[in-house]
């Protein structure tokens, strides 16, 4: 080879050598890039993900808190429960309970507490997220919530599983498990507590065993105990580095006395009540206005108040609300009133309706709505499973599948709730009920209360006691004998609605005295009625409900007269006074008369028809239509007319 080609050769590795390194360097550059590029997007999935989860940590820590706080306040409740001891403006849920001589204990175990904390928790975080506004430029897909509560002796957790897809462009991330941790001692003063109830049920706490349990406890706990009365004990626990105070009260019988108010309704004493009290929904928006100033009142709140003194004054105990679920809204609607009457004192029943216009269908949104309904309203322990299919055209079949799915959602949530089936309209409707029944019963589906409505006309009050035969017989026939029989829709009218004959304020007195008459003795224990006129019910001017309120409220045919009690109302209050307390009566066959009986063996009568009534006490009183009383001097002998009467010894 020459040298010329030698160099050539030289030159030309030399250049291939140069390129190969300027390869290898610039590929190595590349991949740098690369590198920081993975790098940064990496870093800014970080940066949000942190971000999300300290913002869902954030709404979840105040409402933990909030939950905390109330089971402090109510003694393991989250509300103030139905039996409750009111002191100084604070009320103090019974937690032990003596009734009748039997020892109840009330105190929630705390896989309850911290499932009810849970719930809480749940319900009031997707407000506060708000769908993640906070974070506008990346897509968040959410799966099913859930959470978990673990009390502690000085501390909370709550564990929340709230499946989150966080997308932006081609880049996903995922989130689902957020916690806080709350330093509160509740495990502890719970614990003390449950140590507390549990002496009160096997036996009164005395001086020395009070002093010994205080003693236990430490110095750096507080208990105060005060006894109020011979029955009544309220006490509250706190640790002195703590910002709450644990809560609640028992009640002991008085040896010879009577048995204190219970939770659930005694099934062999007459009740009374009011439906929708409050309810305003129903009116435009200008006629409300129009109805809050005709009243005097600032606000539906108020006005609520003021139906519901209405109420007690007319010794009721009970106010049936229905929850409605319009399609437009998908959500139950109306529910602050439930909580202004129940706060007068008033035992709430809810009527749960369908979606409008879904023809009974049950949406999974729908049940969850129902669920979360019932953990609202903590306190309602009687729950009617739709009103009045019988009048809306779905079939037997269409309305026992609905009443399976919801009813099992309310006992899910509140396992010691009633459930009342039917809100039957009229005797006509005993079919479609039979056949309902019977179909429960082959799925071993159980009810409490068996319930139908009775809106009179003219003249039909003695339909009230034919409906109620035809429904205890149906009963009868279908072995649910042993269910509660309420009437929670019932009345007639006063004036002259469009399509009705005329009636007077007497004619809707005389129907509530042989109603009530023929209903208590036909083994109903509750009635409830309308209590103040309803202008332009469901829109109809001139209306049957226009006119079956106790209660004139201004409008149409009653301008001039707002507020004005009719003596309906009158008669409502008499005779709800009267049959407080009675557990039995007799019927003296041939004739309307029925004697009323009271656990204290004092008694009534109420009478109509015809013929004499001879009656051999000393001395009675004797009411009539118009709510006058006469003393009359016995032995005596009445001479019945179709204008019934009470009458009762003095």
Same mark, same amino acid.
């Given at each position: 080879?020459?040298?010329?080609?030698?160099?050539?050769?030289?030159?030309?590795?030399?250049?291939?050598?140069?390129?190969?390194?300027?390869?290898?360097?610039?590929?190595?550059?590349?991949?740098?890039?690369?590198?920081?590029?993975?790098?940064?997007?990496?870093?800014?999935?970080?940066?949000?993900?942190?971000?999300?989860?300290?913002?869902?940590?954030?709404?979840?820590?105040?409402?933990?808190?909030?939950?905390?706080?109330?089971?402090?306040?109510?003694?393991?409740?989250?509300?103030?429960?139905?039996?409750?001891?009111?002191?100084?403006?604070?009320?103090?849920?019974?937690?032990?309970?003596?009734?009748?001589?039997?020892?109840?204990?009330?105190?929630?175990?705390?896989?309850?507490?911290?499932?009810?904390?849970?719930?809480?928790?749940?319900?009031?975080?997707?407000?506060?997220?708000?769908?993640?506004?906070?974070?506008?430029?990346?897509?968040?897909?959410?799966?099913?919530?859930?959470?978990?509560?673990?009390?502690?002796?000085?501390?909370?957790?709550?564990?929340?599983?709230?499946?989150?897809?966080?997308?932006?462009?081609?880049?996903?991330?995922?989130?689902?498990?957020?916690?806080?941790?709350?330093?509160?001692?509740?495990?502890?003063?719970?614990?003390?507590?449950?140590?507390?109830?549990?002496?009160?049920?096997?036996?009164?706490?005395?001086?020395?065993?009070?002093?010994?349990?205080?003693?236990?406890?430490?110095?750096?706990?507080?208990?105060?105990?005060?006894?109020?009365?011979?029955?009544?004990?309220?006490?509250?626990?706190?640790?002195?580095?703590?910002?709450?105070?644990?809560?609640?009260?028992?009640?002991?019988?008085?040896?010879?006395?009577?048995?204190?108010?219970?939770?659930?309704?005694?099934?062999?004493? +007459? !009740?009374? #009540?009011?439906?929708?009290?409050?309810?305003?929904? $129903? %009116?435009? /928006?200008?006629? @409300?206005?129009? =109805?809050?100033?005709?009243?005097?009142?600032?606000?539906?709140?108020?006005?609520?108040?003021?139906?519901?003194?209405?109420?007690?004054?007319?010794?009721?105990?009970?106010?049936?609300?229905?929850?409605?679920?319009?399609?437009?809204?998908?959500?139950?609607?109306?529910?602050?009133?439930?909580?202004?009457?129940?706060?007068?004192?008033?035992?709430?029943?809810?009527?749960?309706? +369908? !979606?409008? #216009?879904?023809?009974?269908?049950?949406?999974?949104? $729908? %049940?969850? /709505?129902?669920? @979360?309904?019932? =953990?609202?309203?903590?306190?309602?322990?009687?729950?009617?499973?739709?009103?009045?299919?019988?009048?809306?055209?779905?079939?037997?079949?269409?309305?026992?599948?609905?009443?399976?799915?919801?009813?099992?959602?309310?006992?899910?949530?509140?396992?010691?709730?009633?459930?009342?089936?039917?809100?039957?309209?009229?005797?006509?409707?005993?079919?479609?009920?039979?056949?309902?029944?019977?179909?429960?019963?082959?799925?071993?589906?159980?009810?409490?209360?068996?319930?139908?409505?009775?809106?009179?006309?003219?003249?039909?009050?003695?339909?009230?006691?034919?409906?109620?035969?035809?429904?205890?017989?149906?009963?009868?026939?279908?072995?649910?004998?042993?269910?509660?029989?309420?009437?929670?829709?019932?009345?007639?009218?006063?004036?002259?609605?469009?399509?009705?004959?005329?009636?007077?304020?007497?004619?809707?007195?005389?129907?509530?005295?042989?109603?009530?008459?023929?209903?208590?003795?036909?083994?109903?224990?509750?009635?409830?009625?309308?209590?103040?006129?309803?202008?332009?019910?469901?829109?109809?001017?001139?209306?049957?409900?226009?006119?079956?309120?106790?209660?004139?409220?201004?409008?149409?045919?009653?301008?001039?007269?707002?507020?004005?009690?009719?003596?309906?109302?009158?008669?409502?209050?008499?005779?709800?006074?009267?049959?407080?307390?009675?557990?039995?009566?007799?019927?003296?066959?041939?004739?309307?008369?029925?004697?009323?009986?009271?656990?204290?063996?004092?008694?009534?009568?109420?009478?109509?028809?015809?013929?004499?009534?001879?009656?051999?006490?000393?001395?009675?009183?004797?009411?009539?239509?118009?709510?006058?009383?006469?003393?009359?001097?016995?032995?005596?002998?009445?001479?019945?007319?179709?204008?019934?009467?009470?009458?009762?010894?003095?």
């Amino acid at each position: 080879m020459k040298r010329g080609q030698a160099t050539i050769f030289i030159i030309l590795g030399i250049v291939i050598f140069v390129i190969v390194i300027f390869l290898v360097l610039l590929s190595m550059a590349s991949q740098e890039d690369e590198t920081k590029l993975d790098i940064q997007q990496s870093a800014i999935e970080s940066d949000v993900l942190n971000s999300v989860e300290s913002f869902v940590e954030d709404c979840m820590e105040p409402i933990g808190w909030e939950a905390i706080n109330l089971s402090y306040q109510y003694g393991g409740y989250l509300y103030r429960d139905v039996t409750y001891l009111e002191y100084r403006n604070i009320s103090y849920n019974y937690l032990c309970y003596s009734d009748g001589g039997e020892s109840l204990n009330y105190f929630k175990p705390k896989e309850v507490l911290e499932r009810n904390i849970g719930k809480y928790v749940i319900d009031g975080i997707n407000k506060c997220i708000d769908d993640f506004d906070s974070f506008p430029n990346f897509n968040f897909e959410k799966g099913s919530v859930s959470a978990e509560v673990d009390i502690k002796p000085e501390k909370v957790y709550i564990f929340l599983n709230y499946p989150l897809n966080i997308s932006k462009d081609d880049r996903l991330s995922s989130l689902s498990n957020f916690s806080v941790v709350y330093d509160v001692k509740l495990g502890e003063v719970y614990n003390i507590a449950k140590e507390i109830v549990l002496e009160e049920l096997k036996d009164e706490l005395d001086g020395n065993e009070w002093r010994e349990l205080r003693n236990d406890v430490g110095y750096f706990t507080r208990l105060q105990r005060d006894t109020l009365s011979d029955v009544d004990r309220r006490y509250n626990i706190s640790i002195f580095d703590d910002a709450f105070e644990f809560r609640f009260a028992c009640k002991k019988p008085v040896e010879g006395g009577q048995p204190g108010e219970t939770r659930i309704k005694s099934a062999d004493e +007459p !009740e009374f #009540g009011f439906l929708n009290l409050g309810d305003l929904s $129903y %009116l435009s /928006d200008s006629e @409300k206005t129009q =109805r809050l100033n005709n009243f005097g009142v600032n606000s539906e709140k108020e006005y609520a108040e003021y139906e519901a003194n209405l109420a007690k004054l007319a010794n009721a105990k009970w106010v049936r609300v229905d929850f409605e679920y319009p399609s437009r809204v998908g959500e139950f609607v109306d529910l602050g009133r439930v909580g202004w009457v129940h706060d007068k004192g008033l035992n709430v029943i809810g009527t749960i309706h +369908p !979606e409008t #216009g879904i023809n009974w269908d049950r949406s999974p949104k $729908y %049940l969850e /709505d129902v669920g @979360k309904l019932v =953990r609202i309203f903590d306190y309602i322990g009687y729950w009617q499973i739709g009103d009045e299919p019988d009048k809306v055209g779905i079939s037997a079949d269409e309305y026992v599948d609905y009443f399976v799915e919801v009813s099992d959602v309310v006992k899910g949530e509140c396992e010691n709730c009633k459930i009342l089936l039917g809100g039957a309209s009229d005797k006509s409707s005993v079919g479609f009920y039979e056949e309902v029944l019977v179909k429960l019963n082959g799925l071993g589906k159980e009810f409490d209360i068996f319930d139908y409505h009775f809106w009179s006309k003219k003249g039909d009050e003695m339909l009230a006691e034919e409906s109620a035969i035809a429904y205890f017989d149906m009963l009868n026939r279908t072995d649910n004998l042993r269910r509660d029989f309420w009437v929670t829709e019932m009345g007639t009218y006063s004036g002259e609605p469009t399509g009705y004959s005329s009636q007077t304020e007497e004619d809707q007195a005389r129907f509530f005295i042989k109603v009530f008459a023929l209903l208590f003795s036909n083994k109903v224990d509750l009635v409830v009625s309308d209590l103040v006129e309803n202008y332009k019910f469901e829109g109809v001017s001139n209306g049957y409900f226009d006119h079956t309120g106790l209660v004139y409220d201004g409008f149409g045919e009653s301008i001039g007269k707002l507020g004005v009690k009719k003596k309906s109302y009158d008669m409502f209050r008499i005779l709800a006074d009267k049959f407080t307390d009675v557990n039995r009566y007799d019927k003296i066959p041939g004739f309307t008369r029925y004697k009323f009986i009271k656990k204290n063996d004092d008694y009534f009568y109420i009478a109509w028809g015809s013929g004499g009534f001879t009656l051999g006490e000393n001395q009675i009183r004797m009411i009539g239509v118009d709510g006058v009383e006469y003393l009359m001097d016995g032995p005596i002998t009445i001479q019945l007319t179709d204008d019934p009467v009470v009458i009762e010894p003095v």
